[in-house]
């Protein structure tokens, strides 16, 4: 796995945990030492992770 996409799944990870929303803050420590490329591609694959998080849920619970 890519030091992007454990970045990324790292990140996930700690929003799922948590209570509340992550802020600026609390990820700009992970992305800063990230040239621009990287650090879109951690926001690409955090959409992609987050989508397929909700259709999974809409999928069980039967949500349209």
């Known amino acids: ?3 992007t996409r454990r970045l990324a799944r ?3 990870n700690r ?3 948590s209570p509340a929303d ?3 803050d609390g990820v700009r420590t ?3 030492p990230l040239d621009g ?3 879109m591609a951690i926001f690409v694959a955090l959409f992609y992770m987050y989508g397929t998080k909700v259709g999974a849920m809409k999928h ?3 949500i349209e």
């Open 22 to 24: 992550l802020t600026e």
């Open 30 to 32: 992970d992305l800063e």
């Open 10 to 12: 790292a990140i996930f």
């Open 15 to 17: 929003r799922t945990a």
């Open 1 to 3: 796995m890519t030091s």
């Open 60 to 62: 069980r619970t039967g």
């Open 37 to 39: 490329g990287d650090q």
